[in-house]
């Protein structure tokens, strides 16, 4: 295969999908619109070329004008929005081969009521929930029930839009706020759900409409403060895979939950190619589906994407062609794992400082890579910081103990102002 790939997306998760497309066989050439700064990388021995283009992901016409210009043969939708707004429906009706949900497949992240009436339909396990449309019903409901729901906001709203609600206080005041405007249009509409009690995994299957491949489970860690603690983040650090889920675990996920979502998308009329991400819920009555993206989960593409061996651009190809029988192996390293750490910026998740500069030691150890989120190019050659995620730094080992060692050894390399690091991610499975 001859490939001329376009990724779309600026973030960490971008990074990692040019990184590794462009080590792909047979790749000529990775472009990545927007991207950031910290992305870009000559053409190496087994590699191929990294450039950024100044291309938004949110403009349409720009997008399938570059894949003209630039003869691409495979594009790779990062982000949740771009895909929601239907991105990849208009490149593919300009004759792309896409890897990405259409606006239709989106849904399932897009909107949660139209996720959960699917996961009803094809009987799977997640939490009993209930659709509101004002805030009335929402807090009539609370009462008829008369114990703390979790709150929902239906659409997009950036990973805030949950409130997982200890007292009635906090659901009623999570209702009131989403109806009082916090999420615009996305909080119009809530879910409201049982809650279920777990550690959470995060389970991703490359997706050709009909058949998919599971990738090894990650864990997330969600929360910014050491010991799970403080305000939910986009994700400060990943592991994979996950040791508590043996491969029947996984079999029986594919079988009674991805499975069923493709055929339920398939008598939607969606055929659904790309990632299909479930959040899983390990309750004491097995797994629950907590939610679905219909993306790569950041920062666990970051983590996965590493630990894989193989042609990653010959699977998201053929995925994307609806063929994944045709696809070359994509396995995992054999007996390795793989850790991931997020340096964000002093604030995050609240408004963060930006423009610092990024200092870099360098890698000596060559068991370790970056990946730049929130960056820019400071003009002389450097990065300075732009964003909350400024980068995820990735170590692969034998044990976790090794792959988080790797990990934070090469983020002590790394500076700036406000450099800030849980110490403790990966403590399910160190030490052990
Ligand atoms: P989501 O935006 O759907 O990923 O939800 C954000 C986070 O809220 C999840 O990662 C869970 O930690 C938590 N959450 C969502 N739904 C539930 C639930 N039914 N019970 C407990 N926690 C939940
Ligand atoms: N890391 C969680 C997500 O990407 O949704």
Redesign the pocket.
Known sequence: MTANILVVGSGGREHALAWCLARSPGVEAVWVAPGNGGMTSPAMEGSAAITTLAVAADDGPGLVKLCQDKAITLVVIGPEGPLAWGLADVLRRHGQTVFGPGAQGAQLEAS?AWAKQLMVEAAMAT?PSWVVTSRREALDLLHHLGRPL?V?ADGL?G?K??T?ANTMAEAETAVERAFAGAFGQAGERLVL?????GP?VSVLALCDGQDLLLLPPAQDH?RIGEGDTGA?TGGMGAYAPVPFLSPQDLEHMRSTIFLPVLEALQGRGIDYRGVLYG?M?LTREGPKV??F?CRFGDPECQCLLPLLEGNLAAVLHSCALGQLAEAPPLTTQDSMVSACVVAAAAGYPGPVRQGDLITDMGDSSGHGVVFYAGVKPTGAGQLKTAGGRILASVGLGHDFDQAFDHAYKRLEGIDYIGKTVRSDIGHQVRGT
């Open positions: 949660k939490a979790v929902k709203a990973g839009g949950v997982v759900e049982e809650r279920l009690e959470e969600k939910n959040g819920m907590i939610e993206n």
